[in-house]
């Protein structure tokens, strides 16, 4: 006769291999439920018996690097008085000149953003603006591969302690930090809240999913909890964020194509349906949003 393992809801597994760990369970003792990990979260089975299926990803949302783009609403999400996190999964289809993976709107005159490149002097993953901001760039040049053979996971923390001080943020690739360095300035960059595009005319040829801002620096084990080995499926309302887009997951706006993409978070930072994404597909490309059910 074998025992289960036991946890609690607290200290329940949070970072599980998507493969090998498929299987494993537990008994919650707290909550009085049995756990067990299907490869991209947790199947409950209440006292009774009744299951609660595990978290799932299942849609990502696929830009076509010509117009394709989220419009965030006018929000300010970056307060240059407030610390910030920035989290989200991309993988590029072909690396054009400076793909955006986003902008944001500041509490400045000038907005922010976060973009790839493949030149010397914005290696890899570079972030700022043209001004009132650190210009910084960092990454493993092998990146710049990687991104365009399978899903990466970027955050950009910042401490709330001075947004054109280098050492106040942080830059995390696969749930690991890299380092940064300065970078040369940028154009201009109007003051403008987007995914997947900045107000150059830079934009994403690939796919971005569960993207998520917070109003809070996240600790490197928070970072590393959300990239979850490598599985996109983490419920992150414990950690509360400003706005999560999900795209796709959120009801059934990845079946039915809505040009709406909700804001999923709930918790007391919540900017609510303020935050809705709105996809815009410009003049010359798709007519409507396209949802790809590859998702890390």
């Known amino acids: 006769m074998s025992t289960l393992n036991t946890t609690t809801v607290a200290t329940r597994p949070t970072t599980l291999n998507n493969t090998t760990d498929v299987g494993k369970s537990y008994f919650e003792t707290d909550s009085n439920k049995v756990l067990v990990w299907d490869g991209t979260g947790w199947n409950e089975w209440n006292a009774d018996l009744v299951l609660t299926p595990g978290f799932n990803n299942n849609y990502s949302a696929d830009l076509d690097g010509s117009d394709d783009y989220l419009d965030l609403g006018s929000s300010t999400y970056f307060d240059t008085s407030t610390a910030l996190t920035v989290s989200g999964w991309v993988t590029l289809d072909t690396f054009t000149s400076y793909p955006i993976f986003c902008s944001l709107k500041t509490s400045t005159s000038t907005g922010w953003k976060?973009?790839?490149?493949?030149?010397?002097?914005?290696?890899?993953?570079?972030?700022?603006?043209?001004?009132?901001?650190?210009?910084?760039?960092?990454?493993?040049?092998?990146?710049?591969?990687?991104?365009?053979?399978?899903?990466?996971?970027?955050?950009?923390?910042?401490?709330?302690?001075?947004?054109?001080t280098a050492g106040n943020y942080k830059?995390?690739?696969?749930?690991?930090?890299?380092?940064?360095?300065?970078?040369g300035a940028f154009a201009t960059t109007s003051n403008v809240s987007y995914i997947g595009r900045d107000s150059g005319g830079n934009y994403l040829n690939g796919q971005i999913d569960e993207f998520s801002i917070f109003s809070s620096e996240l600790t490197g084990q928070q970072v590393s909890d959300?990239?979850?080995?490598?599985?996109?499926?983490?419920?992150?309302?414990?950690?509360?964020?400003?706005?999560?887009?999900?795209?796709?997951?959120?009801?059934?706006?990845?079946?039915?194509?809505?040009?709406?993409?909700?804001?999923?978070?709930?918790?007391?930072?919540?900017?609510?349906?303020?935050?809705?994404?709105?996809?815009?597909?410009?003049?010359?490309?798709?007519?409507?949003?396209t949802y790809s059910t590859d998702a890390p």
């Not at 490149?117 to 901001?133: A, E, I, P």
């Not at 830059?171 to 360095?181: A, D, F, I, M, P």
């Not at 992150?236 to 009801?251: E, K, Q």
């Not at 990845?254 to 999923?264: C, E, K, L, P």
Request: cysteine-free; glycine content about 14%.
């Open 114 to 164: 976060i973009g790839f490149s493949q030149q010397s002097g914005y290696d890899t993953v570079f972030m700022g603006s043209n001004s009132n901001f650190a210009k910084l760039k960092g990454g493993s040049t092998q990146l710049q591969s990687d991104l365009v053979s399978d899903w990466q996971h970027i955050a950009v923390t910042y401490n709330g302690s001075g947004a054109t």
């Open 171 to 183: 830059l995390y690739v696969n749930g690991s930090e890299q380092t940064l360095s300065a970078s």
């Open 226 to 289: 959300i990239y979850n080995s490598g599985v996109g499926a983490v419920d992150i309302s414990s950690l509360n964020p400003l706005a999560w887009w999900r795209m796709g997951d959120t009801g059934t706006e990845g079946s039915s194509g809505s040009s709406t993409i909700s804001n999923a978070a709930s918790g007391t930072n919540s900017l609510g349906s303020s935050a809705d994404a709105t996809w815009q597909n410009g003049t010359s490309g798709n007519t409507s949003p």
